[in-house]
């Protein structure tokens, strides 16, 4: 069976700092991976999505970043962390590419990263 | 443009009771729909989909939902609230590209 880990589960940085958060699916070859953004109250915002190793596409221009260094993970990061950059962090997958129905698939997630910025 | 509304942001049933959580799409082709469930600080949880088979799909936990082409709804339904069924609810439709549109969620509050 697959499964999608996030670490760390909770984080508290000071404004300025770095981040690196890091995803990674088991049980599954070539997904395609996402991150997502959730603010209080608020729904889902996506903030990434890769279709296979180094390949990137960026949804919404900000100071985060995302990278793909192997088939089964996928790391956001930020150089200096903003105070809107708090949020509730999601990593997903599905499997689309390989089932050959594009777009049509469900999302699988991750249990999520809590960044509280100060 | 696509897009999905889930016409109530807060809904308070008591234990017991029957649940219904509204949503609507819109969209030029023919999505995928799904439901999640969260609950607090975890991950999405998928309730059950719809990708063009049986319009009315069973999920987990006693959920249903039934998709009306020509209602352009995807409600979710139970017959009888639990206590472990508050939680937030978000209605998911596919674009038919790498991009899936979300409802804005309905937080399910029951009632002892």
């Known amino acids: 069976s697959q499964t999608i880990h996030q670490w760390p589960a909770t984080l508290v940085q000071p404004v300025g700092s770095p981040l690196s958060l890091e995803c990674t699916v088991e049980?599954?070859?070539?997904?395609?991976l996402y991150w997502y953004r959730q603010a209080a109250g608020r729904g889902l915002q996506l903030l990434f999505y890769?279709?296979?190793?180094?390949?990137i596409s960026s949804e919404v221009p900000q100071n985060l970043s995302a990278s793909r260094p192997q088939d089964r993970q996928f790391i956001l990061s930020s150089k200096k962390l903003l105070l809107s950059d708090s949020g509730f962090y999601l990593c997903?997958?599905?499997?689309?590419?390989?089932?050959?129905?594009?777009?049509?698939?469900?999302?699988?997630f991750g249990p999520g990263t809590r960044l509280t910025v100060l | 443009a696509q897009s999905v509304t889930q016409l109530d942001s807060h809904v308070s049933v008591s234990e017991g009771t029957p649940v219904l959580l509204r949503c609507n799409y819109s969209?030029?082709?023919?999505?995928?729909l799904f439901w999640y469930v969260q609950h607090p600080n975890k991950g999405l949880q998928l309730l059950l989909k719809?990708?063009?088979?049986?319009?009315l799909v069973k999920g987990i936990n006693g959920f249903e939902a039934e998709f009306k082409k020509s209602e352009t709804s995807f409600h979710l339904t139970k017959p009888s609230a639990h206590m472990s069924d508050a939680a937030e609810y978000f209605c998911?439709?596919?674009?038919?590209?790498?991009?899936?549109?979300f409802g804005t969620g309905t937080r399910l509050k029951v009632l002892a």
């Open positions: 997903a997958w599905d499997r689309s590419r390989t089932s050959g129905r594009a777009g049509r698939d469900e999302q699988f």
């Open positions: 049980g599954t070859s070539n997904p395609n």
């Open positions: 890769s279709v296979g190793i180094g390949q």
């Open positions: 969209s030029s082709y023919s999505p995928s």
């Open positions: 719809y990708t063009s088979a049986a319009t």
């Open positions: 998911v439709a596919t674009s038919g590209t790498y991009k899936y549109i």
